[in-house]
Nanobody
Framework: VQLQASGGGLVQAGGSLRLSCAAD????????TGWFRQAPGKEREFVAA????????FYSNSVKGRFTAYRDSAKNTVYLQMNSLKPEDTAVYYC????????????????????WGPGTLVTVSS
């Protein structure tokens, strides 16, 4: 599975961006899709995840209420809508795919995701 993430860019604090993640060669159906980010000098951290079955979503405390993970089944694409962006949201954002059976205690861990996109840079200026 090859993942293609797009939608990053430069935005002022308070602005919005929408990241997209499309899969080549496979549908997202039945899988868990995750979003992670990595700021310079920091470890990769969990941002959001969405289970295909039931559509349950999970968010880190730092983005809850500002970011929304959703999908477009017809386009086989998942999205991360990011609103009220802050300078501390600046990072390279990655989409990832993992098993549909992930439970809440696992879903925030990078090691449970098998496929990763190349990342897209989001820069939020103050």
């Amino acid at each position: 599975v090859q993942l293609q993430a797009s939608g990053g860019g430069l935005v002022q604090a308070g602005g919005s961006l929408r990241l997209s993640c499309a899969a080549d060669g496979r549908t997202f159906s039945g899988y868990t899709t995750g979003w992670f980010r990595q700021a310079p000098g920091k470890e990769r951290e969990f941002v959001a995840a969405r289970k295909w079955s039931g559509g349950t979503t999970f968010y880190s405390n730092s983005v809850k209420g500002r970011f929304t993970a959703y999908r477009d089944s017809a386009k086989n694409t998942v999205y991360l809508q990011m609103n009220s962006l802050k300078p501390e949201d600046t990072a390279v954002y990655y989409c990832a795919v993992g098993p549909g059976t992930l439970i809440a205690s696992e879903i925030r861990k990078t090691e449970v995701y098998s496929y990763w996109g190349p990342g897209t840079l989001v820069t939020v200026s103050s």
